[in-house]
């Protein structure tokens, strides 16, 4: 949540600043700004709403500065207004502050601040920072950030800049995501590799407790004791085309389209090796995946899929559950913790409190380098490429395959389940193919103000995420449910006015999902089924039928998923909702 990027060189910091915020937009949008040393003064520009109102609000205005620091905010403490976006400032304006994540202690921080007789002008946590680092500067800003970090309590990631320092920014990470990017006489701090890849790709991701020094010539990382760091570079293997719209519309319809590659990609990587895990999942008493969102989702048809094959009990919590539950678990279990971003904040402390605990900690990630990535005992990583677009689609749909592959890597006899996975990516193809027959029901659908997604066994993670996908880029009212627990409540829901998407394979629970399906007609409810082509009792049944083509029992997921990400992403559109950018969220989510 919020992004924040820095530059240091020779070129006009602005230009890298406005680029590498565009690419951070999808964390958050509700304002953003600049902060410059020009002309060896601080030159700041807010703007309530999105990066364009801060672009129109400089236009024209021609400043040279070779330093700076911006942000994109998605508000956490205090109002979106211009007097709480960031950078925020001194009093004396000597030093800008961007931050994303939170200041937990920032009330106690406010009083000190305050009693010192300096004005506390914001209603962020932010401006504690600043403030303290002016209050405790004593002619060197490393030094001074160092001391200022054994106040502060929570999680959060920050960069400086001062114009008592002119060639220098001074960045922190602790809980929030921050990478430092390596450029040839220039050096950039951003929250995450898309900022950067315009520019460089050779980036240093910092650890917790990390400190970074970046000038011109340099750059320079410490521990919070001031130990200096030695740290490799690594490349990003993500060029700057993966991370553009392509000729699509929306990032979402263009990754929505990648995944047959995407997830061949992924597969490929996979399935030739066993994981290259040093261990077997039968080794433990029981695998525990953790996750939230669409994460979460893939989990709970992981679980399907490992049990099934590996024959270990699985269990699936979401991961902003556990961290404070007591539940029981030590060396004798595994944890998957499946996150896309790597850095979800529920996720991510929830893993670490359970290895803490001596679990083994197994990640899935999608970017390399992530904090969980790095803070794992093993990661799994999916090829799916940077996911831009704030509802996650390729990633789910990739994270599937590696949970698959996982499964059935614990299997003797396996060809059969690798001979059906590998044929996945092109049966996406040809799901893909149909986009235009979703469209127009989509359409027929879209003032609907609420809506019922029904699945079993597998198809009930597919029911959840089609839900997830249409409230959250359409804003409808879409609920998720076991098909099979209708009847005991939700069943009074129906009416003729709130359509029913019925995910309806034929597998093991074909007879059974029917049956729901004709409860909800027998209440005047309207059915859109999402089944295998040529299933005519389906068609009889419902008002319209989404085909995808017939596959084995275990791979429905791949192919009913594709469909209900369109069918959101078409109604959203059609009602001329930010897609990429829906309101109130962040593609990642760094506070608990
Ligand atoms: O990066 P993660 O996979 O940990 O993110 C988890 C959720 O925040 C994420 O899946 C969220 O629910 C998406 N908006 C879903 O489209």
Request: proline share 4%; glycine share 8%.
């Amino acid at each position: 949540m919020c992004g924040i990027v820095g530059y240091v060189g020779a070129s006009p910091a602005l230009l890298v600043l406005l680029q590498g915020l565009e690419r951070l937009e999808y964390r958050g949008y509700d304002s953003a700004g600049v902060a410059l040393l020009e002309n060896g003064k601080l030159y700041v520009e807010k703007k309530v709403g999105k990066i364009r109102e801060l672009v129109r609000s400089l236009w024209g205005k021609n400043l040279k500065a070779v330093v700076g620091i911006g942000h994109t905010r998605w508000a956490t403490h205090g109002e979106v207004c211009e007097l709480n976006a960031h950078p925020h400032t001194d009093n004396r304006g000597e030093f800008a502050v961007v931050h994303n994540g939170i200041v937990e202690n920032y009330r106690e921080l406010r009083q000190e601040i305050e009693s010192a007789g300096v004005s506390y002008v914001s209603q962020t946590d932010t401006e504690a920072i600043v403030h303290l680092i002016a209050l405790n500067y004593e002619g060197d800003l490393l030094r001074t950030v160092l001391k200022v970090v054994k106040k502060l309590r929570g999680a959060y990631a920050f960069a400086v800049i001062s114009t008592r320092e002119q060639s220098r920014i001074v960045a922190v990470k602790y809980g929030s995501p921050l990478v430092v990017g390596i450029g040839k006489e220039e050096n950039f701090v951003a929250s995450d590799i898309p900022a950067l890849l315009p520019f460089t790709r050779e980036v240093i991701p910092l650890n917790d407790g990390e400190v970074v020094d970046l000038r011109p010539d340099g750059v320079f990382i410490y521990d919070f004791e001031g130990n200096l760091l030695t740290k490799e570079a690594m490349h990003v293997p993500w060029d700057i085309i993966s991370a553009e719209k392509g000729g699509f519309k929306h990032f979402m319809l263009k990754e929505i389209f990648e995944q047959p590659r995407t997830l061949s990609d992924t597969i490929r990587g996979y399935i030739s090796r066993d994981m290259s895990l040093p261990f077997s999942l039968r080794d433990y008493r029981r695998v525990l995946i953790i996750a939230c969102g669409t994460s979460y989702h893939a989990g709970l048809i992981g679980k399907y899929w490992i049990e099934k094959h590996a024959g270990v009990p699985v269990e699936v919590a979401y991961a902003s559950e556990v961290r404070y539950a007591n539940m029981p678990v030590g060396e004798q279990d595994l944890v998957l913790a499946i996150s896309q971003s790597g850095e979800t904040a529920d996720t991510r402390f929830s893993a670490l409190a359970l290895k803490e605990k001596g679990a083994t900690l197994l990640s899935l990630v999608n970017v390399m380098g992530s904090a969980l990535d790095r803070e794992s005992d093993h990661t799994l990583y999916t090829h799916a490429g940077p996911e831009i677009g704030v509802a996650a689609t390729k990633t789910f749909t990739a994270q599937l395959a590696v949970l698959y592959s996982l499964a059935v890597s614990q299997r003797q006899d396996r060809q059969k389940e690798v001979e059906n996975l590998l044929k996945v990516p092109h049966l996406v193809e040809e799901v893909l193919t149909r986009a235009e027959a979703v469209k127009n029901l989509a359409l027929r659908y879209a003032h609907s103000k609420d809506f019922l997604y029904l699945g079993r066994y597998l198809s009930y993670p597919v029911a959840l995420e089609g839900a997830l996908k249409l409230k959250e880029i359409s804003y409808i009212h879409a609920e998720g449910y076991p098909a099979g627990e209708m009847k005991h409540g939700p069943i009074a829901l129906i009416d003729e006015k709130t359509p029913t998407v019925a995910i309806a394979p034929a597998d093991r629970v074909y007879e059974k999902i029917l049956s729901n399906v004709e409860e909800v007609l027998a209440r005047k409810g309207k059915v859109i089924g999402v089944g295998f082509e040529k299933d005519e009792r389906l068609k009889s049944l419902c008002d319209a039928v989404i085909e995808v083509p017939t596959v084995e029992e275990d791979l429905t997921p791949f192919l009913t998923t594709v469909p209900l990400q369109l069918f959101a992403y078409y109604i959203a559109d059609y009602l001329g909702l930010d897609v990429d950018q829906p309101r109130n969220l962040a593609k990642t989510v760094t506070v608990e």
